[in-house]
């Protein structure tokens, strides 16, 4: 095969890898803080179910958790199996929002009592207080954590071969093994590498541009 | 006078533990009032829960007339409604011992920021105020500054400034000067003996003794969550009556 046509194929592959990588993001960000609400709960309830939650998302591996989305509907309750890519995304974000919940929680738990305080003497309110005054410090605290998480995200879309979905090392793992070759290894490991030397520049430039304040 | 303040019969305990035992106070226009007493003598909660930042056992807590906190006939507090309560927490402001300053804000903005997010202030007429009341706190050359480049002295001015921009009626300091290097205390000592000469009603909980006395028209002296003495400086600090505050107040004679 030419290097032209290998570095066609995997970039396709590498456009699903992206969308896994964006769509995953875009959900799980969000659902994670709303997550970390139900953990940081004063209803015991809530608070032991999402705790409960993200203690299976951490403790089981994610490929597992991808063939329970998949294969599940069917095994367990008889329904027709859902499409493959919707599986990946919503396994994905239900893994990624429970690591997303804990650095959120460690996050807003490390903010001053105090902060609360002077909003409320001020008369802010609560989703004023929070969304003016606590969360934009919460984002400053945990970027370097979230940047962790993100690049393990880059890394972690190659689990979508295991419900068979074709992002880009499902098909450099299927090129190598029909032309006896290495080179989709070596392009697939520099893909990622590009990928996430991009993803750090970018966390690194937000990092500096909240620099401002301490 | 008006009564700006009233306390009545406050009690608050943590955990069993009487912290605050049947205080009753009263705060009138213009009124500087320094809270006096040992560390762990219940002066910092009086403090919080006159601001609402504990909520007390008992009592009652009256702004202008108006009340806050009352205590029913089954001996629990009943809070006033939501809107009303909003009403009475914008007569007082309050200036922290750590500042609390809004770190990822400007000066200008953590001064005029709950004047056009919580008061509804026009932008225009709030970024002037700010700007008066930095320069009365000469501080006008800061606005654009962050907290965290400020020296402490510089920070609770800034912390005074917010509070004022929302004119409360009462204005709370918790011991303001506790945080600052010695070198410092002397410059916010001065903004408030200036905020006194304005008649500025303040009720002050400070370890500063002298100041106290040469601020305060009403000085309380708290010890084991009780007022043990209170009166005019120059007989509670000048010729103490009570045992305990001649003890309190021999700790600060050179």
Known sequence: MELSVLLLKLTEGMWISTKIFVLTLLFSLPLGLFVAFGRMSKNPFIMNIVKLYISVMRGTPLVLQLMVVYYGPYFIFKLSTPDRFLAVIIGFVLNYAAYFAEIYRGGIESIDIGQYEAARVLGYNKSQTFLKIIFPQVVKRILPAVTNEVITLVKDTSLAFVISVSEMFTLAKAIASAQRSVLPYVVAGIFYYVFNFIVAVVMEWWENKLAYFS | MVKYLEIRNLRKSFGGLGVLKD???????????????????????????????ETMDSGELI??????????????????????????QSYYGLVFQNFNL?????????????????????????????????????LEDKEDAYPHQLSGGQQQRVSIARALALNPKVLFFDEPTSALDPELIGEILQVIKDLAAERMTMVIVTHEITF??????????????????????????GNPQNERTRAFLRRFEG
Do not use: W
């Open chain 2, 23 to 53: 205080i009753s106070l009263k705060v009138e226009e213009g009124q500087v009032v320094a809270i006096i007493g040992p560390s762990g003598s219940g002066k910092s909660t009086l403090l919080r829960c006159a601001t609402m930042l």
């Open chain 2, 63 to 88: 702004y202008l007339g108006e009340n806050a906190v009352t205590t029913g006939d089954d001996g629990k507090i009943v809070l006033a409604p939501p809107r009303k309560l909003r009403k009475i």
């Open chain 2, 102 to 138: 809004f770190p990822h804000y400007s000066v200008l903005k953590n001064v005029t920021d709950a004047l056009i997010t919580v008061q509804k202030k026009n932008k225009i007429e709030a970024l002037e105020l700010g700007r008066e009341l930095l320069q009365k706190m000469a």
């Open chain 2, 212 to 237: 106290a006395r040469d601020v305060a028209d009403h000085i309380i002296f708290i010890d084991g969550g009780v007022i043990v003495e209170e009166g005019p400086p120059e007989e509670v600090i």
